[in-house]
């Protein structure tokens, strides 16, 4: 069983990411921190917990973290995740409070006092990550790896150049990928591939079970969202494929090569500068994903929704 912990920026996706975390055998979940990306860091921190208490996972930790970047000003993502950061369903109150612990120390500790080397698995802005790297550098030397959501070689959203949240904190990417602690990169180039379809999402709507009735509605939101802005046929549900993978290796397929982040570039502002062919001589930092397996993806999030809907 991989043992893992995930900050994250709730968001649709990050939802789906933590629902599929917690409801595999393959992986125990030690705790959650939360970051300002998708939407404010109050609203993404009480997001996870309203998350959890939907799912009866209360008993998982929940730490708050960075409520901006670490040098600039935060940029959210209303447009796709609404004003709430989870619009499309209401979600019961949170039935638990988070830990006293800020984030940053809630991963310190939580790393450094694993009898095993733990995976961790960033689904926002790395501000959090990179500030514990920076507070406490002898994290790096006890992960196993990183398996983050985040970059693109070839696709981009948040601008022509960059995927969100890279954008957001470049200045925490670079810290990240430049830490020597071995990084998967679960980027665009996957999951905007990997739709949830709104034939997906109906057939979720039809099983009417308690976790079910309310993430059908919440991924409509997502799914719509994208189809306006995008003209996606679906919800790429970015963060639950950096899970999924943890579960079964084989949904993606990557390649090693070195990745670096633009941090000053006006246009190119938080770009993965993917070395693809090895030109640069740079060292492969990164397992870049470059294909995916959808079905096997959606297979196991439709596993996910009916093991929640029955516990
Ligand atoms: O670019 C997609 C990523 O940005 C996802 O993690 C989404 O939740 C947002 O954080
Ligand atoms: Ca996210």
Redesign the pocket.
């Known amino acids: 069983m991989k043992r893992i912990l995930i900050d ?7 939802m789906m ?1 933590i629902m599929l975390a917690s409801s595999s055998n393959e992986l125990e979940l030690l705790g959650i921190t939360t970051v300002a ?2 939407q404010t860091g109050e609203k993404t921190y009480q997001n996870a917990l309203k998350t959890l208490t939907l799912i009866g996972r209360t008993d998982i930790p929940v730490a708050r973290g960075a409520d901006k970047p670490l040098f600039r000003e935060l940029t959210g ?1 209303p447009e ?2 609404g004003v709430s950061g989870l619009d499309g369903a209401d979600l019961p109150e949170p039935g638990v409070q988070g830990v006293e612990q800020h984030a940053v120390d809630f991963l310190i500790q939580t790393i450094m006092e694993s009898g095993t080397p733990l995976t961790l698995v960033p ?3 790395l501000t959090n990550v990179a500030l514990a790297m920076l507070k406490d550098p002898r994290i790096t030397t006890k992960l196993e790896r990183i398996v983050l ?2 970059g ?1 070689v070839f696709d981009s ?2 601008t022509p150049a960059a ?6 904190d470049p200045e925490a990417a670079k810290v990240v990928f430049g830490s020597g602690v071995p990084i998967t990169m679960v980027g ?1 180039d996957v ?1 905007n591939k990997a739709l949830f379809g709104f034939d997906d999402i109906e057939e979720l709507s039809r099983l009417n079970g308690k976790v079910s009735r309310v993430v059908a509605p919440l991924l409509k939101f997502f799914a719509q969202a994208n189809k306006d802005i995008f003209g996606f046929d679906g919800a ?1 549900l ?2 639950a494929l950096a899970i999924a993978h943890l579960i079964k290796p084989e949904v993606i397929k990557t390649r090693n090569m070195n990745v670096e982040i633009e941090t000053e570039g006006a246009l190119t502002r938080g770009r993965t500068v993917a070395d693809v062919y090895g030109i640069s001589n740079r060292t492969a930092n990164t397992d870049v994903a470059l294909e995916v397996n959808n079905s096997l993806f959606k297979e196991l999030l439709f596993q996910a929704i009916e093991v929640l809907d029955t516990r």
């Open positions: 994250c920026d709730p968001g649709h996706d990050d990411a990306g998708n993502a796709i995740h689904t926002g802005p959501m985040g693109a959203n948040i995927e969100f949240n890279i954008y957001v665009l999951t790429p970015h963060d």
